[in-house]
Each structure stands twice: as structure tokens, then as C-alpha cells.
């Protein structure tokens, strides 16, 4: 089985402009999880959703951060305007009803880069 | 203070040694536990759950300690493919609405 599925892979842009990530979790899985990962912060949980409605935003940096889950098979992370400080590795993650948020299996990663 | 704190390392050890991690958590209600690993520049990855009796998985032993919110993992005879990073997760007491806290890593290199 396909596991969780992100696009692009690597990404660079110019500050100022917007930025889409894609996510496409496991099928049949009732959780998705967007997480950053950088060097001085570790992996930090953005927002998760849970049948497609968001349940804790509260690690969106700001209001420059959105996401969507318009259905069960499709996520989007968008940043607009972009910034410098928003380069890092964004990881998406699914996980089964069973288990709830505890057994999560990630995606491979975009990693950003904003100029 | 850090839901997880965890030595940062590096540990480099040679092949066939033992080595031991240790990590710490704040949240008294946290219930389920974890040890994933992550390899250079790849997504992290669960290696296995840790059970308050404690857990072996082949070389791998996990073992938590409620009374002193302290989780541990043993390496027994290093490999070589064990280098990569190991992340203490916890979360924060809720499966179905919660959250998993992941710890900063520890970094490990297994050298011949």
C-alpha cells in the first residue's frame, strides 16, 4: 500500500511569495497532521484535522499559515506570504481511527527554502 | 518547560556496543509512549511503543518509569544501521483528541 504521499519534494521561492504543499494521507486513515521540523525547534505539530475538520490549530505560527482538508484524500498547507523563517522540512502525517493520534506513519517531507 | 527533553548526544559508539538513551516528560497524565527514529534527512519513523512493564523488540529494550516521568531505550550489539536519531514521544494523554509531544532527538553513530 501507498504510504502518506507529499508534494513537491523540495521547494524555493522568493520571500513575499505563496506557497502550496500538498498531502495526500494513508487511505482509510481518519487523522492528518502537519508538522515543521528545524533544527533549533525539533518537530513542531502546525495543526491537525480529524475526518476532515480541524481539531488543534494551535501551533500555526501565524496568520500567514493556513490548511485545508477539503476531503479524506487531500490536504493542502499554504504560507502566504512567505518568509525566510518559514524554510524548514514539512511533514505530513495520517493515522487509523484505532489508534487515534498515537501511531502515526509520515510522509517523506517538503523541504522549503525561502529566499 | 518542554513537554519531552532529551539528551541531544551525539553518542558514537562502536559496533557490538550497548548504548542507552533517556528522556524525561513534564505532562503527569501522558498515557501512551514511543520511541521513533529518524535517518538523515528521511521522515521519522515509529520503532516501537513503550509499555510500562517494559518491552523488548530483538536488540531493543524499552522501559518507562511513571513515578519519575523518565522513559529509556537500549541498544544491545550496535550495528552499523542503527545510526540515525531517536525521538522520545509521548502524548498528552488523549488518543482520540490529543496530540503526540516529540522530543528534540537523539543522535546516534554507529562506527566500525
Known amino acids: 500500500d501507498a504510504g502518506v504521499i507529499q508534494s513537491p519534494r523540495h521547494e524555493v521561492t522568493e520571500m513575499g511569495q505563496e506557497v502550496t504543499l500538498r498531502c495526500k494521507p494513508i487511505?482509510?486513515?481518519?487523522?492528518l497532521f502537519w508538522y515543521r521540523q528545524t533544527m533549533m525547534r525539533g518537530l513542531e505539530l502546525l495543526i491537525y484535522?480529524?475526518?476532515?475538520?480541524?481539531?488543534?490549530d494551535s501551533g500555526m505560527p501565524e496568520d500567514r499559515f493556513s490548511a485545508k482538508m477539503p476531503n479524506a484524500s487531500f490536504s493542502t498547507l499554504k504560507i502566504q506570504p512567505s518568509e525566510p523563517r518559514d524554510s524548514a522540512v514539512y511533514f505530513c502525517?495520517?493515522?487509523?481511527?484505532?489508534?487515534?493520534?498515537?501511531?502515526?506513519?509520515f510522509g517523506p517531507g517538503t523541504r522549503l527554502t525561502v529566499l | 518547560r518542554k513537554e519531552v527533553e532529551q539528551d541531544p548526544g551525539p553518542f558514537n559508539v562502536p559496533e557490538g556496543a550497548t548504548v542507552a538513551f533517556n528522556c524525561t516528560y513534564s505532562?503527569?497524565?501522558?498515557?501512551?509512549f514511543f520511541w521513533y527514529r529518524q535517518d538523515c534527512r528521511k521522515e521519522p519513523k515509529l520503532l516501537m511503543s513503550?509499555?510500562?512493564s517494559g518491552n523488548e523488540d530483538g536488540r531493543f529494550t524499552a522501559q518507562l518509569n511513571r513515578a519519575s516521568q523518565y522513559i529509556s531505550l537500549l541498544i544491545r550489539d550496535s550495528k552499523l544501521s542503527d545510526s540515525a536519531t531517536y525521538l522520545c514521544?509521548?502524548?498528552?494523554?488523549?488518543?482520540?483528541?490529543?496530540?503526540?509531544?516529540f522530543g528534540r532527538g537523539t543522535q546516534l553513530t554507529v562506527w566500525p
Open positions: 502525517a495520517s493515522s487509523p481511527f484505532r489508534t487515534g493520534v498515537d501511531t502515526q506513519y
Open positions: 487511505s482509510g486513515h481518519d487523522y
Open positions: 484535522f480529524n475526518n476532515n475538520v480541524p481539531i488543534d
Open positions: 505532562n503527569s497524565a501522558s498515557q501512551s
Open positions: 513503550v509499555y510500562s
Open positions: 514521544v509521548v502524548n498528552d494523554g488523549s488518543s482520540t483528541l490529543g496530540r503526540l509531544y
